[in-house]
């Protein structure tokens, strides 16, 4: 069990909107931690999306955008494309357990 | 650019010594910025951060709790990379490993990975 939370899966259709959130605790996202989210296709290692909540990497389309409120997160793509289709992760920082943590990972289908 | 390209067996048997090396091209291992990491992956538990070393005037480790007592990462800077070392191995540390450059708390850079299986 992830000590980020988030959905197995999200679908949508090419042009759609959808969110991925990020749930965490006091402890890590809560406590003013950044969050960073990564796009792993198959096959692949994964490759930083957002960093620092909510900033783009050069080359990364502004389709993907992020924010981050309280204890969660939430990645954004919009005007989904067949080529999103992949798997999704946060990453944050926890204090309890003194090191870095990822979330479960979100499935997304491009239907 | 930097690249991180990973060594070491894809298969180790029980009880032994897992080995990984990871060769850095575009940055230093001795950075007074970046952090070097191993990550690893399976299904049953998703993305693992196992560790990092990293130079701050001298060297630093730091390691997940979990792994804490089997876990060694060391620096070559005749090389310019760094290495993982996991002791007693079981067939729950069969995984994907990556290794990783981490700067302002995200992770910028990633090796290949390399599939690990413990398998007698």
């Known amino acids: 069990q992830s000590v980020l939370t988030q959905p197995p899966s999200v679908s949508g259709a090419p042009g759609q909107r959808v969110t991925i959130s990020c749930t965490g605790s006091?402890?890590?996202?809560?406590?003013?931690?950044?969050v960073h989210w990564y796009q792993q296709l198959p096959g692949t290692a994964p490759k930083l999306l957002i960093y620092g909540n909510s900033n783009r990497p050069s080359g990364v389309p502004d389709r993907f955008s992020g924010s981050k409120s309280g204890t969660s997160a939430s990645l954004a793509i919009t005007g989904l494309q067949a080529e999103d289709e992949g798997d999704y992760y946060c990453q944050s920082y926890d204090s309890s357990l003194s090191g870095v943590i990822f979330g479960g990972g979100t499935k997304l289908t491009v239907l | 650019q930097v690249q991180l390209q990973q060594s070491g067996p894809g298969l180790v048997k029980p009880s032994q010594t897992l080995s990984l090396t990871c060769a850095i091209s575009?940055?230093?291992?001795?950075?007074?910025?970046?952090?070097w990491n191993w990550i690893r992956q399976s299904p049953s538990r998703g993305l693992e951060w196992l560790g990092r070393t990293y130079y701050r005037s001298k060297w630093y480790n730091d390691y997940a709790v979990s792994m804490k007592s089997r876990i060694t990462i060391n620096p070559d800077t005749s090389k310019n990379q760094f290495s993982l070392q996991l002791n007693s191995v079981t067939p729950e540390d069969t995984a994907v490993y990556y290794c990783?450059?981490?700067?302002?708390?995200?992770?910028?850079?990633w090796g290949q990975g390399t599939l690990v299986t413990v398998s007698s």
């Open positions: 575009g940055d230093s291992v001795s950075s007074n910025s970046a952090t």
């Open positions: 006091s402890s890590n996202i809560g406590a003013g931690y950044d």
């Open positions: 990783a450059l981490r700067d302002n708390g995200y992770f910028q850079h």
